[in-house]
């Protein structure tokens, strides 16, 4: 799939690509290691039976310092995944919170790398530490839609790299109202959500609305009877999709943005693309391109990727298959996302070290711990660091992915182990920094 033309960018944002759920496939016979556990011929597995203790703990409240009797941070550091990974239905998987702990104590840097959304950063992390009593910080924290906050003073499109600040955006997502403030709290001015477009125009809808008090509770008149619209958010995953698509039809459909209009280009052979999305209408951002997560529920839930697959579908329908969606996506797997984290995590880890970043040597190894193949494996295994930095993917038992569910991983991690607490053993151990006492902690 092509990206959003004219080179629009997002500091570093990908094409969009709809990822496919992995179909089971015939269980390869296993290989067995030294130490007794097996392995998929495609990947490593440590011993599910690996025994690290376990010792009363007690949450921290402090804060991630150097602690000079330590030895400096050493040239490689973490990135995790939360839902999954950290997390379960919101609870700490066992092990996770002294996991972090551990790792602060040290001064080894990580970051929490994820592509769930729709609270602002600071509500995030102050409930991310409270929960796993652990003392984080924005400073070393991505959710899925962080990087949108740059399109507030720079957008690089037709030429022109004038932020959209000042320009009317769309947003949604599961509390687009919610959304909205985030994207205020980003930078942007003047940000409309589906319930202004609805309380205005109530038969743009023309059915009894699924969320009729919510919408009446948080619509805004708009800023004029049909707003020019400059570009299209999807912060995190819509629960009305109707509407949201309704909308976003309408919208990718419209001259120049203006809502209630219609192109005459749209469906003209001599144009490309047939003339879909050539005459100004706004830019399509999703946040993330996750078709599955982790939840509640014993099996994996629709995520943005769905919603995503499903505007794609009525898309097709309505050009009659001759015309591709454009669209940007970002969000793990797509390395400009990686990019993004990478370069959060030299400024944190500089930041620790109390130094300039031009002061440090890049790092030599990431270890990208997560537990969705499609996301996380493969946006590590992926991505091209520019600076030589080595991404090594770490993929655990207890997240969207499961051998018994899904086969073999569709993208091959470095290893396979139970849990976090173990993939930081591994690690620590491969780098021959620690990995031994880390099984005490």
Request: with cysteine; aromatic share 8%.
């Amino acid at each position: 799939m092509k990206a959003f033309r004219a080179g629009a960018s997002l500091g570093s944002a990908a094409s969009a690509r709809i990822l496919r759920p992995h179909h089971p496939s015939a269980p390869l016979s296993p290989i067995r290691i030294s130490n007794g556990g097996v392995v998929p011929r495609r990947g490593i597995a440590v011993d599910s039976q690996a025994a690290l203790s376990t010792r009363p703990w007690a949450p921290s409240s402090r804060s991630y310092s150097i602690d000079h009797k330590a030895p400096k941070p050493p040239p490689f550091a973490f990135a995790f995944d939360i839902d999954g990974v950290l997390l379960h239905v919101s609870k700490p998987i066992p092990g996770a919170p002294e996991t972090l702990a551990y790792l602060q104590k040290h001064n080894i840097p990580f970051i929490l790398l994820t592509n769930g959304g729709g609270k602002h950063e600071t509500e995030r992390v102050a409930d991310l530490s409270s929960r796993l009593g652990v003392e984080l910080t924005t400073d070393n924290f991505i959710q899925s839609h962080t990087p949108f906050q740059e399109l507030a003073s720079h957008y690089d499109s037709h030429g022109s790299k004038e932020g959209l600040r000042d320009k009317n955006i769309l947003v949604t997502g599961s509390d687009a109202a919610k959304c909205r403030d985030i994207a205020e709290q980003y930078g942007f001015k003047h940000v409309i959500i589906p319930a202004d477009i609805l309380a205005a125009h109530p038969t743009i809808w023309p059915f009894e609305p699924l969320m009729q008090e919510v919408y009446a509770r948080t619509a805004r008149p708009l800023p004029s009877e049909n707003p020019k619209i400059d570009a299209i958010f999807v912060f995190n995953d819509p629960r009305d999709w109707a509407l949201d698509i309704q909308i976003i039809l309408d919208l990718l459909m419209s001259r120049d943005g203006v809502l209630g209009t219609y192109s005459p280009k749209n469906g003209r052979a001599d144009l490309p693309n047939r003339g879909w999305q050539r005459d100004g209408q706004p830019p399509l951002f999703f946040s993330n391109p996750d078709l599955f997560w982790s939840a509640a529920y014993k099996l994996p839930r629709l995520g943005q990727g769905a919603f995503q697959a499903a505007v794609a579908g009525v898309w097709n329908e309505v050009t009659g298959g001759h015309a591709q969606l454009e669209r940007i996506a970002i969000g793990k797997p797509h390395g400009r996302t990686y990019g993004y984290a990478e370069r959060v995590l030299n400024a944190y880890r500089a930041k620790v070290l109390g130094v300039e970043p031009d002061a440090l040597e890049p790092l030599r190894r990431v270890y990208m711990v997560g537990d969705n193949p499609a996301s996380d494996i493969r946006g590590a295994n992926e991505y091209q660091s520019p600076v030589g930095t080595s991404w090594t993917s770490v993929l655990v038992r207890t997240g969207v992915w499961s051998p018994e569910r899904g086969g073999e991983p569709a993208y091959t991690p470095k290893v396979i182990v139970d849990d976090v607490r173990r993939a930081v053993q591994w690690a620590l151990e491969q780098e021959g920094w620690g990995g031994s006492s880390f099984k005490g902690v």
